[in-house]
Structures are given as C-alpha cells and as structure tokens.
C-alpha cells in the first residue's frame, strides 16, 4: 500500500476555494486515489476517487498530476460545514480490503 | 443506496461489563464488513474483517477473546467488546462491502463506547 502524505491541518474562510494536496510517492501502476471525508463522531464519506488528470463531481474536483505522484482535492466555495477531517488513500482494490486511513488534514472554515 | 448504520449510537457501560454494537447493511447484502476503532484526534485502525459465516480475521494486536465478532447474517455483523474496561472507550466504526462489479465500502455512523 502506497503511504500518504498531507498537511496536518488547515485553515480557510467561507466562500474561499480550498486546495488539500496529498502525496504518494510510492503509488502502483493500478492504484487509485480515494478522498474521503469525516466530520467529528460520525463515520468517514467518500468523496471522490480518480486514477488520472481531473475528476470533478458536484461535491469537489480531483487534480491528478502525470506522474500520479500526488494529488489534490479542491473544494469550490466552502462553507462552514465543510469543517471536517479530510483523508487520501492510495490502494489497488478500491473497497475489496479493508482501508487504510493517514493521519488526514483537519480542515477548519472560519466565518 | 448501500446505507449501513450501528446500534448504538453511543453507550456507556460500568467497567467489567460487556457491551454489543450492531453493524447492518439496510439495503444491499454484505458478505464482509470491516470493523474500525478511531481514538481522539486520531485516525481509523482497522480491528477485524468480518466475513459472513467464518471466524473473524483480526489485526495484529486486537485480542479476539476481548472483541467479539459474529456475522451471522448477511446483514448483520455485530462486535462484543468482552469485561470493558475505560481504555476501550473508544469511536467504533464499521464497514461493509457490496460488489457491485468492482468492490465499493460504506461507513456506519459509529458508536461511542465509553466505560466508567
């Protein structure tokens, strides 16, 4: 399993885009990147998943450089209910194993 | 679609006594679900994989004797955390897998355990 690598925690203010970069250096040919999204005592939500270039859907976009050696989530326009905790995974089996979550950004919408 | 939830939402329970929280798959059958436990201000580790009608697989470091896990049902696992005891209060979380062509996991709420 490729390790991950984000800031963490970060700060922004409504109305604001929001750019969380992930780093995974160590990414396989047939990895894909996960996003998901975990507010404070309720169980993380899938954001967005990509393999390559741009995903875009209507909660967020996914940048995915040519050398897939990172990625970054972009959340147009934040309100404060985006406050949560924000992982990137990196795995060949999207959802037939178990998950393995890092540390997250901690992300924090200011009024 | 592929909604999960978990009883309780939160418990709490006098150290020593054992406590059960349910994971169900409400719409959409789960041969395997997987079960998480997330500190304060930490991320998820995984406890156990839990597979429909076979013993549980755990992670190294969780004893078995101590979380029990059933999955009897294919949408229905439940873990027993066994003599409680105030380390285990803990966030625990639970997912299931559907396969729909390629593999998708989807989170229960979670439970807060603390012991008193």
């Known amino acids: 399993l490729a390790k991950t690598t984000q800031p963490i925690s970060m700060d922004s203010y409504e109305g604001q885009e929001v750019n969380i970069t992930c780093s995974h250096n160590?990414?396989?040919?047939?990895?894909?990147i996960t996003w998901y999204q975990q507010f404070p005592s309720q169980g993380p939500r899938f954001i967005i998943q990509?393999?390559?270039t741009k995903v875009t859907n209507e909660v967020a976009s996914l940048f995915i450089p040519a050398d897939r050696k990172s990625s970054t989530l972009s959340l147009p326009r934040v309100s404060l209910s985006d406050t949560a905790v924000y992982y990137c995974?990196?795995?060949?089996?999207?959802?037939?194993?178990?998950?393995?979550f890092g540390s997250g950004t901690r992300l924090q919408v200011q009024p | 679609g592929a909604v999960v939830s978990q009883h309780p939402s939160r418990v709490i329970c006098k150290s020593g006594t054992s406590v059960k929280i349910e994971c169900r798959s409400l719409?959409?059958?789960?041969?395997?679900m997987f079960w998480y436990r997330q500190f304060p201000k930490q991320s998820l580790m995984l406890m156990a994989t839990?597979?429909?009608?076979?013993?549980?697989?755990?992670e190294q470091g969780v004893e078995k004797d101590k979380f029990l896990i059933n999955h009897a049902s294919l949408t229905l696992s439940t873990l027993t955390v066994t003599s409680a005891h105030p380390e285990d209060s803990s966030f625990y979380i639970c997912?299931?897998?559907?396969?729909?062509?390629?593999?998708?996991?989807?989170f229960g709420p979670g439970t807060r355990l603390t012991v008193t």
């Open positions: 997912s299931a897998r559907v396969d729909r062509g390629a593999y998708e996991q989807y």
């Open positions: 995974l990196v795995d060949l089996d999207t959802g037939r194993r178990a998950l393995t």
């Open positions: 990509g393999y390559k």
């Open positions: 719409d959409f059958q789960a041969t395997t």
């Open positions: 839990s597979n429909e009608g076979s013993k549980a697989t755990y």
């Open positions: 160590n990414i396989a040919t047939n990895d894909y």
